[in-house]
């Protein structure tokens, strides 16, 4: 007689535990057990257990390969489902095998758990053969089945990223939706600001409930609200605000922003010239010339306006970001004045609001929606149309995976300036020559992320490929690289190499980039003057010319800025169910940075946290 014990565990989350009963069967290389009912005295599958059972057969099966799974009523009580969360089989030999799940399980449903390493289509077929032979069973879809035939791709808009074909949430597998907690949370987050916002502005008035909104909610954002007009907190953003993407280092100004030595002269070191600077590397320039030209949409029944401006920035001997010239338009003329630091505080005030308006759109459409959540969508479907549930890359990423008209042409203009480069953070940050610029948390913070990731993908990666011929001879692996370079970028991989970097820039993308566009939305945007997505009256075209009152007609409304407020701190709220970015393998790293940059933020006026592996989901789930 030969004993297994199972160790079984049920997720933590809200609602994950279950009554229904679970019935195991264990395949291995020289048989399968008799399918057998998980059944202790008490309560077995309550949330966040772990209950241990012991399933005996006649004979050792030898190598396991395989648990299923499956789940029936328990009397006649409505659907009840069930996270499992993992199985380990410590066999008679005393091996302990890992059978990871981490999904949902609904009655009738056959589910198939794979233990051990993952495994390749042409390492499957020396042993699927046998296996078949042995227990007289063929796996649900044998080994060669692939999820992605559920799957197939959609144009949302000609020039953008493909995604998946599924019109409703409900029609997604179980599996890869939200889970029951998150979505009852946000659900609960929506009504909840929605009633509460409402009985105020109801009992209050639109004012004083954009005020007690404010009072109830604000950390850093009573620091933003306090410092979100002064020149040196102006710059910092373009570093470690929402959107540290759109900055890089001037090495000579465009032929278009006709910026003169005079003009800048009393905010440079003195006795310096913007020469000068350009060559000591002080200068930087953020250009949205992608916004020319792009549609905006009606505001009560007129066009709004979209500003394609330039700004200058420069780095002084308080190593501080300055802003010290902008133009609000591509081609200088008459109606189109650089703006200066030492012109009319409400005409400076007004420029650089102008300018963040059009860093906040590219935040939300180009950094935020298409770089992280389209693009994430790109790798996912793909995978889940080439990969077998098998392969060990599916099993990594699997745990990891303006107006209408105006966003959408954003969009595809900045995919189509997206190059794969502009995707890993370390060539990134060196094209846009931003090495050595001091105070620069989001890099500093980012390319110690990446590091540690590039170190546990090599090590993940090198274990199954322990050459460059495994690399191209994995169909699957090319496979997957070819839909994504088809539908969304290398077009096949060649060495061992490429797939480390490549496996690295998805696993950081959808974890580390998506945490530093996603996580600060309230606290930067709940201060509607210090970085508003609407601005309804047109840009300045001279100077002298406005007021606070100007400053005030071209901010939202006090409705739409309650209204965007309450919209940021649900996309900036952590729910019950995340999943830290804690792998096992590299935990020790990751919590040694996590406590560095906790340690270092004590020391900082304006903490950069977002960056900390603590506080990153291991997916774009938001």
Known sequence: MAEYKLEVTTGDMKYSGTNDHIYVTLFGTEGQSERTELDNFGTDFSTGTVRTYTLSTNLSLEKLLLIKVEKDPFCYLPEDEWYLSKIVVTTPEGEAILFPCYRWISRGELVELRGGRGLMYQHMLLWSQKFIWRNSYVPFGNFFYFVGLFFRWKILAEGLPHINHFNNVLELPAEIRF??????????????????????????????????????????????????????FYGFQFLNGLNPKVIKRCSELPPNFPVTEEMVKPFLEEGSSLQEEVKKGNIFLSDHKKMEGIPPRAYNGKPLHVTAGLCLLYLNPENKLMPIAIQLHQQPSEQNPIFLPSDSETDWLLAKMFIKNVVSMDHQAVQHLMKTHFLAEVYTVAALRK?????????????????????????????????????????????????????????????????IINSFVKAVVEYYYPSDSEVRKDNELQEWISEIFTHGSPESFHTVEEVIKFITMVIFTVTAQHAAVNNGQFDYYSWMPNGSLLLRKPPPTTKGQSSMETILETLPNVGETVNFGALGWILSETYSDMVGFMIKEFQAELSNLSEAIATRNLQLEIPYSYLDPAHIENSIAI
């Open 179 to 232: 889970s029951h907690s998150k979505s009852s949370e946000i659900d609960y987050e929506k009504m909840k600001t929605y009633v509460y916002i409402h009985i105020m502005l109801f009992l209050l008035g639109k004012t004083y409930t954009y005020i007690i909104l404010y009072i109830i909610f604000a950390i850093l954002p009573e620091y933003v609200s306090e410092h979100w007009k002064e020149d040196d």
């Open 387 to 451: 990969f077998s549930v098998i392969h060990p890359l599916y099993k990594r990423v699997n745990r990891s995976s303006l107006g209408y008209d105006g966003l959408t042409e954003l969009m595809r203009r900045a995919l189509s300036e997206t190059t794969y480069s502009s995707l890993c953070l370390p060539e990134d940050i060196t094209a846009r020559g931003l090495e050595s610029i001091p105070n620069f948390y989001y890099r500093d913070d980012g390319l110690k992320l990446w590091d």
